[in-house]
């Protein structure tokens, strides 16, 4: 079986619900105290064994691309101010791993988007990280996926249990379960709006492993909701035909394409920095006793 080594991430989405910082800086970019987002996938992958990453981007994402680019000026200061840990650090972002740039020219779904990765990805399986879906587990997310593959030599989806409320602008997941966290899924449905059209609690959030046979399934499928190739409705196609198998992963998922999810990211995180995690606790307590 093809180990995974190809990894796509997908972030050339309007980013509508973080208007209006989104019409400048891409969501994708936002920070997690000091870091972009998109450096938590990037390690997130790599730290999975993806060795080659692609990067949908769009009109106003250039952002994306230069942080992963040297930026000689900073070298030059660095060097000169004998900030030797700051070079390496910004080195070390450049080097993690070989990742390309591909513009999708209109932002017509994340079904689309994934389509826009065929010719990098060929014949083999890869993973999709969504571009605003931060994840911190002790092991990666996309690991846990992969080793899933590697078992079941099928698709694999990433879920976790989502309240009925909320199961309404997700995806519900008819899953048998075969084993720990693991389920046989043979159909889903895309924003079910009344407790019958729902299936389970289970719910596609942020990461995939897929076969390449979603491309053909992606170029056969019809626009669905928004008129946007939805991923969703090729990858129950898949289910359907062949089954994919559902994961229910380990970790906590940060929806970075949301204001409450970008300030959440952030508070826990600066919880744990170094730097930070001592006066920001004390801060937090403080004002959290005058609420
Ligand atoms: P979302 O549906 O969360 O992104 O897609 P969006 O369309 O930008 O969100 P809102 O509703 O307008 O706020 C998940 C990921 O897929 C990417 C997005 O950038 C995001 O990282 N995406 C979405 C694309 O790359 N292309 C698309 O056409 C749509």
Do not use: W
Not at 183 to 196: F, G, H, I, L, S
Request: with cysteine; hydrophobic share 40%.
């Amino acid at each position: 079986m093809k180990k995974i080594t190809k990894a796509v991430i997908p972030a050339a989405g309007l980013g509508t619900r973080m208007l209006p910082i989104s019409r400048t800086v891409p969501k994708e970019i936002l920070p997690i105290v000091d870091r972009p987002s998109m450096e938590y996938l990037v390690r997130e992958a790599v730290a999975s064994g993806i060795t080659d990453i692609l990067i949908i981007t769009g009109r106003n994402k250039e952002a994306i691309e230069n942080y992963f680019d040297y930026s000689i000026e900073y070298k030059d200061v660095l060097a000169h101010k004998n900030k030797q840990a700051e070079l390496d650090d910004m080195e070390e972002v450049c080097k993690l791993a070989n990742i390309y740039f591909l513009r999708q020219k209109e932002a017509k779904g994340l079904g689309h988007a994934v389509l826009c990765a065929e010719k990098f990805i060929g014949d083999e399986p890869f993973a999709v990280l969504y571009g605003d879906d931060v994840m911190v587990a002790d092991k990666p997310v996309t690991k846990q996926l992969c080793e899933v593959y590697e078992k079941y030599d099928k698709a694999v989806v990433g879920v976790c249990e989502v309240p009925c409320e909320d199961l309404k602008k997700y995806c519900s997941m008819k899953a048998e379960k075969i084993e720990d966290r693991t389920y046989m899924t043979t159909d889903m449905v895309e924003k079910p709006q009344t407790r019958e059209e729902m299936f389970s609690n289970l719910s596609i959030l942020g990461r995939v492993v897929l076969t390449p046979d979603i491309f053909d399934i992606l170029k056969r499928t019809a626009p669905g909701r928004g008129g946007e190739l939805q991923l969703t409705d090729a990858m129950k196609q898949l289910a359907r035909t062949v089954g994919v198998i559902s994961y229910e992963y380990e970790g906590k998922r940060y929806d970075m394409g949301s204001k409450l999810g970008f300030l959440q990211a952030n508070v826990e995180e600066a919880l744990k920095h170094p730097e930070l995690k001592d006066s920001f606790r004390a801060y937090l307590k403080d004002i959290a006793a005058k609420l």
